[in-house]
């Protein structure tokens, strides 16, 4: 017998010994290292951090020097180089806006229309959801393509007869020519209608039959509470779809008080010479309202979207 194999059984019975004490042998790392190591591995590390602070710098920039411009007069503009910390104008400027048009009569208006348009959306988009995903009935697979379908027409194509309508209704140059166009959108009911498909158990919905529950009742009481994450989704995006229109009420409305807040920015930039500190004072004003909206509903928005990537 050899050395070597005199050697072979001491080194096995050293490997085992070190594995009873919680040791490891020099050329294998224990748990906790191979732990740290991973560890390590999934922390972000500088590269992560630099790619996040100019994105939010080159995102926040530009409302940032909004307010800059907001609060001088146009003069300064033209100085080089431009100015970037703010001035002492803010207040006369806001007080410029309103006097040269309506313009809280146009924020008013833009909440009403924004609003309504946004609880209508969710409202019918559910509904309309909760039936596609849910309930069996004939021709449903049909009316389901034809209403996504109905997203690849322009929007442009349907102006003309769209005013058509609004004169015969007399409705042209009144709110519910804006809102009564937005009340229902396909994008909303098959948003919704994907979600439901794995958000809502089908064992649910036949549990509260048996219990002799209406179908009313049902989404009432079990699918809007299911829904409630996708439709903080949906309501953001369409409260902000409305807001920033802009083609449609410019046409259909003429009048200053019942113009929304798009169209007077317009106002706003025109004449020969555009004062651009009076547009960038009235744009910041109209953006307040839809910085609320996500400081409201931000962090209900993202965990709606993280739990439909989950559920998807």
């Known amino acids: 017998m050899t050395a070597s194999d005199l050697a072979a059984p001491a080194a096995d019975r050293t490997a085992a010994d070190s594995r009873r004490s919680g040791t490891a042998s020099p050329g294998r ?28 710098f080159f995102s926040g920039f530009p409302l940032y020097y909004s307010f ?13 180089p431009p100015p970037v910390l703010p001035g002492a104008n803010l207040v006369e400027n806001v007080r410029r806006v309103f006097e040269t048009v309506p313009f809280g009569t146009a924020l008013f208006n833009s909440v009403v229309v924004s609003g309504t348009v946004t609880a209508s959306v969710v409202f019918f988009s559910t509904l309309a959801g909760f039936a596609f995903a849910k ?50 959108n396909a994008f909303g009911v098959f948003f919704m209608t994907q979600y439901l498909r794995g958000a809502l158990p089908g064992s649910l919905i036949e549990s509260a039959r048996m219990d002799g529950a209406s179908t009313f009742r049902i989404f009432w009481q079990i699918v809007m509470p299911a829904a409630r994450p996708a439709a903080v989704v949906l309501g953001v995006l369409t409260f902000l779809t409305a807001w920033n229109d802009y083609f449609w009420p ?36 109209a953006t307040l309202p839809l910085l609320a909206v996500f400081a409201l509903l931000g962090k209900y928005m993202i965990s709606g979207i993280m739990q439909g990537a989950v559920k998807g």
Not at 74 to 80: E, G, P, W, Y
Not at 152 to 166: A, E, S
């Open 29 to 56: 790392p224990d748990r906790r290292a191979r732990a740290r190591l991973r560890a390590l591995r999934e922390q972000p590390g500088r590269l992560a951090y630099l790619t996040l602070v100019a994105v939010l």
């Open 68 to 80: 800059v411009v907001a609060s001088r007069d146009n003069s300064a503009l033209a100085t080089v």
């Open 135 to 184: 309930l069996e009935f004939k021709g449903a697979k049909v009316l389901l393509v034809s209403v996504v379908a109905t997203m690849m027409v322009p929007v442009q194509l349907g102006v003309i007869p769209l005013f058509m309508l609004m004169v015969e209704l007399e409705w042209t140059d009144t709110l519910w020519a804006v809102i009564a166009p937005g009340l229902v």
């Open 250 to 285: 410019l046409i259909v409305l003429s009048s200053p008080e019942h113009q929304t807040v798009q169209v007077a920015l317009s106002t706003l930039s025109g004449g020969y010479v555009t004062d651009q500190s009076l547009v960038l004072t009235g744009t910041m004003l």
